[in-house]
Every structure is written in C-alpha cells, then in structure tokens.
C-alpha cells in the first residue's frame, strides 16, 4: 500500500540532545513537508521540499534542520537550538503543486515529541 | 496576507444537527481550499476541497460554501453523527509558476457530536 510512514510514533528528548524524526513516502511524490501542531495553533510549516537535495525553510524554521538526499526521505532533526520541541510532529507529501493541480496532500501518522 | 482565520474553536452539536465551520483569508491569489479532518493521535485526511470558481461543492454530507467577495468558506456538515467528532482544519494554497504550492492552515475547529 501506498503511503507515509513518520517513525517513531512517541519520542523523547533530553534536554540538550537532537533527535531525528524519520519520513518515509513511496507515493512517488516531489514535493514534502514537515509541520508541527500545537494545541489551538492549528499546523504551523517548519520545511518544505519540492525537489531532490533542495529545501526551504518555512515559518517556523529555528531551531530545527532536514535533509533531502532521496526523494522517498525528508527526515527532521529537532536541535537543542529549539527552546520548546515538544509537539506533534506531522510530515506531509505532494505531487508538486506549484504545477497548478488540486494536489491532495496525504500526511503520516504523526510522531510525538516530548522533552524529559 | 498569509493568515486563514477559523472559527469557532470549539463546537457542540446534538446528533443530526448541522455543524458549521467558518474560515476567512486575506490573500485573494490563493485558488485552492481544502478541509481536513483529524482524528486523535492520527495524521490529518482531506475531506473536501474547493476552488475558488465555484460557490458550493457537496459531497454527501459534507458541502463547502465560498464566498469569494466576501473571502470566506465554510464547511457544512448535515446530519452530524458522533463519528464525525474530530478536528476540522481549513486550508488555502497558491498554485502556478513562481509559488510553492504550500498549505497555510486554519488554527482548527474541534467537533463533538453528542448521542
């Protein structure tokens, strides 16, 4: 079946320490998001990427850092730079929708975040 | 210019009422507005989109109103059942050369329909 695939579904932190969260996508798909929810904030944009070794901060950008070597992988790694990582997690993916297509954006379970 | 306001934050609703969702934006480029909905501990599905050509789309239960002068959308959903008790997160894009396509967001609307 296709799908995304976010690992691991609970993590925690220590203070100090960085954590990778991990995408996985074999939908076939360019373009790939990370986004973090908080309560009552609805999902705010941490990075986007569009293309193969290519990304762009979104809004939220600090303290946070991706890789895309693979179109299949977008992994997140959460730094000690990020004061307050304790979140919901949520990696997305697309066709590219710049194209100008009605492009669903079919997003993973989830991994939750948090700092003991 | 990149905000999409929703509202309420919370709503109740007796089974088989009408649960209605309203969002509002700013930016007159964006050309496509989706609804997503969100069970606990699990990723947001789309439920429904729009463009902004249209002024109604309705599939089954679910329809969504556009107001394009005005800058509003809002989902309707007719004869709610507890099943539909989630989160509901509205959604708007730009498309074409030159934009990235990326989903800004509505802050959510949690649903509880009651037996």
């Known amino acids: 079946d296709g799908g995304i695939t976010q690992s691991p579904k609970y993590l925690f932190r220590k203070e100090g320490q960085n954590v990778t969260l991990s995408c996985e996508q074999n939908?076939?798909?360019?373009?790939m998001y990370w986004y973090r929810q908080d309560p009552g904030q609805g999902l705010r944009l941490i990075y986007y990427?569009?293309?193969?070794?290519?990304?762009q901060k979104g809004d939220i950008a600090e303290g946070y850092s991706v890789s895309r070597e693979k179109k299949e992988s977008f992994p997140l790694t959460v730094t000690s730079a990020q004061k307050n990582p304790t979140a919901f997690y949520l990696c997305?993916?697309?066709?590219?929708?710049?194209?100008?297509?009605?492009?669903?954006?079919?997003f993973g379970q989830g991994t939750r975040l948090t700092v003991v | 210019q990149q905000q999409v306001k929703q509202s309420p934050q919370s709503l109740i609703v007796q089974k088989g009422g009408i649960s209605i969702i309203n969002c509002a934006y700013e930016?007159?480029?964006?050309?496509?507005f989706p609804w997503y909905q969100q069970f606990p501990g699990k990723g947001p599905a789309l439920l429904i989109a729009?463009?902004?050509?249209?002024s109604e789309k309705k599939e089954g239960r679910f329809t969504i109103s556009f107001n394009k002068s005005a800058k509003q959308f809002s989902l309707h959903i007719m004869d709610s059942q507890p099943g539909d008790s989630a989160t509901y997160f509205c959604?708007?894009?730009?498309?074409?050369?030159?934009?990235?396509?990326?989903?800004?967001f509505g802050q959510g609307t949690t649903l509880q329909v009651k037996p």
């Open positions: 997305a993916s697309s066709i590219d929708r710049a194209r100008g297509w009605d492009t669903e954006a079919f």
């Open positions: 939908l076939n798909h360019d373009a």
């Open positions: 990427s569009q293309i193969v070794n290519d990304f």
């Open positions: 930016n007159t480029a964006f050309d496509y």
């Open positions: 729009i463009r902004p050509d249209v």
């Open positions: 959604a708007a894009s730009q498309h074409g050369s030159g934009n990235t396509g990326k989903l800004i």
